[in-house]
């Protein structure tokens, strides 16, 4: 008994016009994704430290000082510190001016 359709496990594409097959994705690729993930991190970041408030903020500064002295390292606590504070203004100025450019229109 001959039919016209192949059977279920048999392959009738051409090699030729099949798509390459997939490949693990390269360096690059990776290193391009680590960086997406490092931007949307640092824009959460920046977003929160917006809508924060001084008071939550001093707190986990305190959280943040016990590993630091656990650690018994004190410079990368005072960078987080000073950047945050830093970041904590610009940040806020920008929400206040988006919600007064928003209340505006």
């Known amino acids: 008994m001959s039919t016209d359709q192949p059977s ?3 392959s009738t594409a051409d090699p030729a016009n099949s798509p390459p097959p ?3 994705p390269g360096i690059k ?3 391009r ?3 997406r993930v490092i931007v949307e991190l640092w824009w959460r970041f920046f977003d929160w430290l917006a ?3 001084w008071k939550t903020l001093l707190i986990v500064y ?3 000082l016990i590993p630091a002295a ?3 390292r004190p410079n990368p606590y005072f960078l987080f510190i000073f950047v945050s504070a830093i970041v904590k203004v610009v940040a806020g100025g920008k929400r206040r001016a988006e919600l007064t ?3 505006a229109t």
């Open 70 to 72: 656990m650690l018994n």
């Open 33 to 35: 994704d680590a960086w």
């Open 29 to 31: 690729q990776t290193f």
């Open 51 to 53: 809508v924060v408030s």
């Open 101 to 103: 450019a928003r209340q």
């Open 22 to 24: 997939l490949q693990p």
């Open 62 to 64: 305190a959280l943040c």
């Open 8 to 10: 279920p496990g048999a």
